[in-house]
């Protein structure tokens, strides 16, 4: 079995009665999920990095599994603390209130805009062309919900707090600026049972959005990604389509 690819949710929060002057339309690509067997996979996600640039997209968003597949805890993994992790990723990825890459964009972190979550720097915010983007630290595969070890569930309790506090901010500050549309970036699927629960950010079963979208980005063995156009002109805001290079699927063994 495949293991679960990555997800990234789109929201469009504009009532239907006005669609506002359009502002240039752009396109972004969403990639994650995919060297699970390196470095044999190498070769493979450098072409796939060739048919991004390819699209000349504004932005690339990451979604999540840069190290590998599986969970940090896990002993084929090599047995590590997940929040200790966490702790490094921030020093190596998220120092600095901008985007990684060699056009560098400059970014609202939580850490920086609400004093409660001093921690956060993950939790991020940018604008384009009529569109708020933010990502949330929302973890697959099963969001560090584990129960027996309570540096664990301390941390869940403590990050979906400020997860639910950064989706606020967003919508409060899209708004504010008279952006047509959301894209909230994240890793696993919130709409799982094992991955929700009371007074999470997706905590409401049955609830339907339906000015919501939820893009699923593929995964390994797949080596591809998701080229996302925004149109905040058009009613429905958001096209997408797939970005490979001629040799697109890993026939690599899974590490």
């Not at 709409?191 to 049955?206: H, I, L, Q, S, T």
Request: proline share 8%; glycine share 6%.
């Amino acid at each position: 079995m495949s293991p679960k690819p990555v997800l990234a949710m789109l929201l469009g929060f504009l009532a239907a009665a006005a669609v506002p002057l359009a502002a240039e339309p752009f396109s972004f690509v969403v990639v994650g999920d995919t060297t699970y067997s390196p470095p044999a996979d190498y070769p493979l996600y450098e072409k796939l990095i060739a048919a991004i640039n390819g699209v000349s997209p504004v932005f690339t968003i990451h979604v999540g599994d840069t190290k590998g597949r599986g969970d940090c805890w896990k002993a084929n993994r090599g047995s590590a603390d997940p929040v200790k992790i966490l702790a490094v990723m921030r020093e190596v990825f998220w120092a600095k209130p901008e985007s990684m890459g060699k056009a560098r964009m400059p970014l609202v972190r939580q850490a920086d805009a609400d004093p409660a979550f001093p921690e956060f720097v993950e939790n991020a915010r940018w604008r384009h062309g009529g569109a708020t983007f933010a990502t949330l630290n929302l973890a697959g595969s099963h969001n560090n919900q584990e129960l027996r070890v309570e540096s664990s569930w301390q941390e869940l309790i403590r990050r979906e707090e400020a997860n639910v506090a950064w989706v606020k901010a967003t919508f409060a500050a899209a708004k504010a600026a008279g952006d047509r549309a959301i894209v909230l970036a994240f890793h696993p699927n919130p709409f799982k049972e094992e991955v929700r629960y009371e007074n999470g950010p997706f905590d409401k079963p049955g609830v339907k959005h339906p000015n919501v979208t939820r893009l699923q980005t593929y995964g390994w063995p797949d080596m591809k990604a998701v080229r996302v156009s925004v149109d905040i002109g058009k009613r429905w805001v958001f096209g997408f389509e797939p970005v490979y290079a001629d040799e697109s699927v890993s026939t690599n063994p899974l590490k």
